[in-house]
């Protein structure tokens, strides 16, 4: 099958490590230019000499998210440095930064950084031919997990969000779609540190997976490269689950 | 595996990466100090070279000193009675009255509190025929020890006050020296160190190079939360080896690599036998795939410093320094930091006591860990797992790693009981119990045939070189002082 995504232009952040990473290496793969986005500059050049070989323009740019206006500017210049924007993923959130129990941080980072991000980068997916945007979500945010946290209540409100913006935004051509993976597991990731740390919690999870292991950023990635590709272009509004059947609930 | 410590960390185990600039001299390292710092802290002035010039010899050594017979004639000729040991502790001796015993091979002692400010140690030994005076680890409130053969009873200082029946021994006999026979003994920062020699190189030479360091934590205040002893099939040698060198962290216990940065320590090396590793704690391993991330190990130590993780501005980088300065501000644990540099606050301080101590050492507790030598047995020896803590604010424990059971008293109302177990039932952390492997394993294996008699260490392993070095000193009767006794 061919993707159609030779030469599309992706923007997205967070993108030195975890399911972000591994977003960035399928799409380059598949020869998108991409413009990347992270705190960690170091981590953006070790990617960057990875997906070297994919044959697109790659554009870093070390970031913190701080002011809102920065950060809508620095998306603005990002897309016009790019050529344009086809695709963003929204996929930086308060987990990235432990942040997950905090409020203010997980709606300033997951909720607000998907506004500003549509607000920004809107003037540029208008103009392309098959724009689409990508809002990374959780199973957090529709099964208990755990504990009640912000991160779970706000990914849910991102996928309202999400779900009515692929109403509004369909006239001018942009699809909008959610993806919820389930615990995902990488090397130095979160999980690997409960499983040095807590091997109980761990093994707990991984027991109740009916796949029988955690998930792995490959098992996201490509999905994400579907569902942001021209070879989605009848699918809007919706939000695909990818959790091992992690998740009970039949979904409707 | 020997003990319950799980295999569960396979994966995690070999995760690593590679690190970028591995040290060819790792006692070049100096590790940085804080802003806060001081002169114990700084690097020591004699490199290993200089205290032993021949120490490229001790790159590629014989297993015989490790298995078998294991020089334990001749370390009980040679160097057990000619060494400080350290003995005990001053919170074991509180009152006068108070004693405990303190075996190393087949010699035995006696350390007792004979008077408000004073320490007596002797053999324990009944001058009459032999008999072994006192059976139990402890006593309180003693006003002399009675053999239980025929009554001969000694004072707190060791002096022969009754020989029952007097009358009916010989006065050649009662010429003889009746009274125990002392061995020096000293107190030192809430430490009782012992010397069997007579005329033992004088204490504060002896450990010169480590005073500084240990006089800054306040080990006076401390008290036992923890008396673990374990029999282990291995020489005593083999044990504290596994203790003498980091280069296993990453194999051996991949758990710490979120958390402790176990390549970039520093090393200093002192005379007569001992030296010291400062590890930082707060950071990442440059093993572990993700440097930057602040991971739930690094979130925990936040936490506990009184910080809001979420509330943390910054990459994994800053976390050590964001903790000792919370730590200072916030007084976590119920005590304060003055007196400490910023970096004893993180790290852990690790000096090796020649021929058989070391110190894991915090500002809240110290890991006291001692290795001896089994009396009969070469290929066994004991491993004391002692932990001694400050009081901490309610609630507050030593750090999880040194293995204190949950249930334990830490508040020193109680002294914990001695507790003796083998290699099969040894209640531990999960690290300690991954340590107690390795020196199972490591017996068993140096015993084979493909060694060809050969084992050999790194330069991170220079703590191990050092050990034995300082060792043949006193085998080969090359050790300038002491006198023999």
């Keep these: 099958m061919d993707l159609q995504l030779q030469g599309k232009k992706v923007i997205i952040g967070g993108a030195a490590r975890g399911l972000s990473r ?11 230019d991409i413009g990347m986005f992270s705190r960690n500059s170091d981590g953006l050049d070790h990617l960057s000499e990875e997906i070297a070989a994919g044959g697109g323009r790659h554009i870093k740019r070390e ?3 701080a002011e809102r206006d920065a950060y809508r500017a620095m998306l603005d210049e990002l897309a016009t440095e790019l050529g344009g924007c086809d695709i963003f993923v929204h996929s930086i959130s308060s987990s990235g930064a432990q942040g997950s129990q905090d409020w203010d941080e997980s709606f300033r980072i997951d909720m607000l950084g998907a506004v500003d991000a549509v607000e920004a980068l809107e003037p540029h997916l208008e103009r392309s031919e098959s724009a689409s945007i990508i809002m990374m979500s959780s199973t957090a945010a529709f099964e208990t997990f755990l504990i009640p946290q912000a991160f779970n209540a706000i990914k849910a409100a991102l996928i309202t969000y999400s779900s009515q913006l692929s109403q509004s935004l369909a006239p001018k051509g942009i699809r909008v779609n959610t993806v919820s993976p389930g615990p995902v597991s990488y090397p130095g990731g979160n999980w690997e540190g409960v499983k040095a740390m807590m091997p109980e919690l761990y093994d707990g999870i991984e027991a109740q997976i009916p796949l029988g292991r955690f998930g792995a950023p490959d098992d996201v990635g490509p999905a994400v490269a579907f569902l942001a590709s021209p070879a989605a272009k009848y699918i809007t509004g919706t939000n695909l689950v990818i959790d091992g059947g992690f998740t009970k609930r039949v979904q409707f | 595996m020997a003990t319950s410590a799980k295999p569960r960390y396979s994966e995690i185990r070999f995760n690593d990466r590679p690190i970028k600039n591995v040290l060819s001299d ?3 390292f100096v590790l940085e100090p804080g802003e806060i710092t001081a002169d114990y802290e700084q690097k020591s002035a004699t490199r290993l070279e200089a205290l032993y010039p021949n120490i490229a010899d001790y790159r590629i050594v014989s297993t015989d000193r490790f298995v078998g017979e294991a020089g334990k004639a001749a370390e009980e000729k040679k160097l057990w009675n000619k ?13 006068k009255g108070d004693w405990f015993r303190f075996d190393v091979g087949p010699q035995s002692l006696i350390v007792a509190r004979s ?7 002797f053999y324990n030994v009944c001058k009459h025929r032999g008999n072994e005076l006192v059976q139990g680890d402890f006593g309180k409130g003693f006003d002399c020890f009675t053999c239980i053969v025929h009554s001969w009873r000694y004072n707190l200082k060791g002096k022969n006050i009754r020989v029952t029946d007097r009358e009916s021994f010989s006065d050649e006999v009662l010429s003889e020296d009746l009274d125990l026979t002392p061995v020096h003994v000293r107190e030192w920062n809430g430490f009782i160190f012992i010397n069997m020699a007579q005329n033992p190189m004088p204490f504060e030479e002896y450990y010169r190079g480590l005073l500084p360091m240990l006089a800054s934590y306040p080990t006076s205040e401390m008290y036992v939360v923890k008396d673990l002893e374990v029999e282990i099939p291995a020489n005593w040698k083999t044990m504290f080896s596994v203790f003498n060198e980091a280069y296993h962290a990453h194999a051996t216990h991949p758990q710490t690599k979120p958390m402790l940065d176990d390549h970039f320590y520093q090393y200093d090396f002192y005379p007569h036998g001992h030296n010291r590793n400062l590890f930082a704690l707060g950071v990442v391993s440059e093993r572990w795939p993700d440097t930057r991330y602040v991971n739930i190990g690094l979130a925990f130590m936040l936490e506990e410093a009184g910080l809001k993780v979420s509330k943390y501005k910054g990459d994994a980088r800053g976390v050590r320094r964001a903790i000792q300065k919370a730590k200072r501000e916030n007084m976590p644990f119920g005590i304060a930091y003055d007196g400490f540099t910023d970096n004893q606050i993180t790290d852990d301080w690790n000096p090796s006591l020649f021929p058989n101590v070391t110190f894991n050492m915090h500002p809240e507790g110290v890991l006291v860990m001692r290795f001896r030598p089994h009396p009969t047995d070469p290929e066994k020896g004991y491993w004391d797992n002692i932990v001694l803590s400050r009081r901490l604010a309610d609630g507050k424990r030593p750090p999880a790693y040194m293995g204190v059971d949950d249930s334990a008293d830490v508040t020193g109302e109680t002294r914990p009981a001695r507790e003796r177990v083998d290699v099969h039932s040894a209640p531990s952390s999960e690290l300690l119990l991954q340590d107690l492997d390795n020196m199972v394993t490591f017996h068993r294996g140096m015993k084979s045939d493909g060694l060809k008699g050969k084992i050999v260490f790194s330069e991170q392993e220079r703590r191990i070189q050092q050990f034995l070095a300082e060792l043949d000193l006193y085998l080969y009767d090359k050790k300038a002082n002491p006198t023999p006794s």
């Design chain 2, 26 to 28: 790792p006692e070049a």
């Design chain 1, 22 to 32: 591994e977003i960035v290496k399928t799409f380059a793969a598949e020869g998108c």
């Design chain 1, 63 to 65: 970031f913190v998210l």
């Design chain 2, 83 to 95: 060494v400080w040991l350290l003995a005990g502790f001053s919170s074991d001796l509180k009152e």
């Design chain 2, 115 to 121: 008077a408000v400010d004073e320490v007596s140690a």
